[in-house]
């Protein structure tokens, strides 16, 4: 059996989408703790988001050892600072205020665990370039999207309207979404599990 260590709805779909059949289990871990215990060190944010993404795998597993676990993480940063999902609409205009006109880096990170043990990991980053977009523009995005932006870690979705602040895009879409989706489906063949 496939577990799915999540809770993000954009995660689900996206691997529902492929036809394969899991289950979902949300892992109980304290992301901002992980964080802040890596960031006293150089700013490694492929690293932090592995790490992210094996704990939760790890997480589900020790509840579920039999199960193929995957558990993923996507993190932000801009000028080696990380952003994080905005908790309200004015958090998430003023992150959209903070990331216009220039690029940051989304990296995804996923890991595949069974009975505790990491059996695969890997992470892709996508460089995300915003327009000089006006508040205006902006005010119409929250308008048609509405809450879906807060769950989202940079308060946009690039299959929606968000892709109207967007200048230029370097990375896998997948990535972008939350997901390492094509080595993940690798990974998953590769051990059998599909
Ligand atoms: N639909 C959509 N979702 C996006 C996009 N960019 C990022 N996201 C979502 C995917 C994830 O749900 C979220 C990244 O935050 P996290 O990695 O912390 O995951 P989250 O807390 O949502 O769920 P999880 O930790 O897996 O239970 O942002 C996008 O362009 N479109």
């Not at 230029?168 to 972008?176: K, Q």
Request: aromatic content about 6%; some cysteine; charged content about 25%.
């Amino acid at each position: 059996m496939i577990i799915l260590a999540t809770k993000s709805q954009t995660r689900i779909q996206l691997l529902a989408n492929t036809g394969i059949d899991f289950k979902t289990e949300t892992a109980r871990i304290d992301e901002r703790e992980i964080e802040s215990s890596a960031t006293s060190s150089t700013f490694d944010q492929q690293n932090l988001t592995q790490n992210l993404a094996d704990a939760k795998a790890k997480n589900v597993s020790s509840r579920h050892p039999q199960a193929l676990v995957v558990g993923a993480d996507q993190t932000l940063s801009i000028n080696d600072s990380y952003l994080h999902k905005p908790a309200n609409f004015d958090a998430l205009r003023d992150q959209l205020q903070l990331l216009r006109g220039k690029t940051h880096i989304l990296c995804a990170a996923v890991s595949v665990c069974r009975d505790g043990e990491v059996l695969w990991g890997q992470q892709s980053d996508a460089k995300m370039t915003m327009r000089e977009f006006s508040d205006a523009e902006a005010d119409h995005v929250i308008k048609l999207e509405g809450d879906k932006l807060l769950k989202s870690v940079g308060g946009y979705r690039l299959e929606g309207p968000s892709i109207q602040l967007f200048e230029r895009i370097d990375g896998d879409y997948f990535t972008i979404l939350g997901l390492p989706l094509l080595p993940l489906l690798t990974a998953l063949r590769e051990l059998k599990a599909i």
